[in-house]
């Protein structure tokens, strides 16, 4: 069965610094792959997202993720971090069935705390 | 289009009530999805729709949960003999069901049973 585990389950940074938040998922063909980020008391917005081609995939707020087949993995990072992005990150893959996926199977999620 | 809505944003029931909960995707996605989030977790599937037709369902969806997508726009989520353990926030998402296509999350419904 599919799955994914987010090993972090907390992670503080200063502000300015880098960031990488560890992804690994369970899946035998090329999954789809997602990053989703979530501030309190609101739903999902998606980060960025990986179907095929380039691994090193760019999405919104300067965030970026890198598939990585060998390791089964989707990290995600960003070279400096703001204050704003305190939240939390959810990575995903989506289950597939013939012509795409059909539903979302989420870690549990990397909470981020950001220091001034 | 403003994204995906869902109405109520919170819902406080006593135990044993029944509760329904309503989102509205976007208008021109035929697929719509729930999810239910405890705290400190993450999203569990719980069923979707294409168009009309309800597609697949979790074994989280017990038999007092029903869904229902009456003409392919916004869909449903009731609840029934609510009990405490079914305090969490109700997501609902949308896509185009297309292979390449990202799901929209709403804001999500909070539910607590007391």
């Known amino acids: 069965a599919q799955s994914v585990t987010q090993p972090d389950i907390h992670i503080t940074v200063s502000e300015g610094a880098s960031l990488e938040l560890r992804c690994n998922y369970s899946?035998?063909?090329?999954?789809?792959l997602f990053w989703y980020v979530q501030s309190p008391g609101q739903g999902l917005q998606l980060l960025l997202k990986?179907?095929?081609?380039?691994?090193l995939v760019q999405g919104i707020k300067g965030f970026e993720a890198e598939f990585k087949r060998s390791q089964s993995s989707f990290n995600l990072r960003k070279p400096s971090v703001h204050w704003s992005d305190a939240a939390e990150y959810f990575c995903?893959?989506?289950?597939?069935?013939?012509?795409?996926?059909?539903?979302?199977?989420f870690g549990a999620g990397t909470r981020l705390a950001v220091h001034p | 289009d403003t994204g995906v809505s869902q109405d109520p944003r919170h819902k406080i029931t006593k135990r044993g009530q029944n509760v329904t909960f309503r989102c509205d995707p976007i208008?021109?996605?035929?697929?719509l999805y729930w999810y239910r989030q405890t705290l400190g977790q993450g999203p569990e599937f719980l069923t979707y729709?294409?168009?009309?037709?309800?597609?697949?369902k979790s074994r989280l969806l017990s038999d007092r949960f029903s869904a229902e997508r009456p003409k392919g726009s916004f869909s449903t989520l009731e609840i029934q003999r609510t009990e405490q353990g079914d305090s969490a926030m109700y997501l609902c998402?949308?896509?185009?069901?297309?292979?390449?296509?990202?799901?929209?999350f709403g804001q999500g419904t909070r539910l607590t049973v007391v």
């Open positions: 998402a949308s896509s185009l069901g297309d292979r390449n296509t990202e799901a929209f």
């Open positions: 899946y035998g063909a090329t999954p789809y």
């Open positions: 990986y179907f095929s081609g380039d691994t």
């Open positions: 995903a893959v989506g289950a597939t069935s013939s012509g795409g996926y059909n539903k979302l199977i």
């Open positions: 208008s021109e996605h035929n697929r």
């Open positions: 729709f294409q168009n009309e037709a309800q597609l697949e």
